[in-house]
């Protein structure tokens, strides 16, 4: 089951690209499920598993981005962070 669920995710991603936040969100939630064993909506109140989720994240994902996608992510992320403000 896990090996269709993981050939549609690659189906799907190649039928129509992602945005940087949907690959940004998706990563997130891999990371999280690899390094705790649960969703990132799970541990968003879980400092240290955050933190060590955001850490993994810095490494694998966004080093790994270019220039524009960089950008395009921190606009998206700066509008929910400063939303509310």
């Given amino acids: ?7 549609i995710r690659k189906l799907e991603a190649l039928a ?6 949907e690959r940004f969100l998706r990563a997130l939630n891999e990371a999280s499920a690899k390094l705790t064993g649960k969703g990132a909506k799970q541990i968003a109140h879980d400092d240290p598993a955050f933190d060590l989720v955001l850490n993994d994240l810095q490494e694998s994902f966004v080093r790994k981005l ?3 996608d960089l950008e395009s992510l921190t606009t998206d992320l700066e509008r929910i962070a400063f939303a509310g403000s």
Avoid at 16 to 21: E, G, R, Y
């Fill in 1 to 7: 089951m896990a090996n269709i669920s993981t050939r």
């Fill in 66 to 68: 270019s220039d524009a």
């Fill in 16 to 21: 129509c690209p992602s945005t940087p936040m």
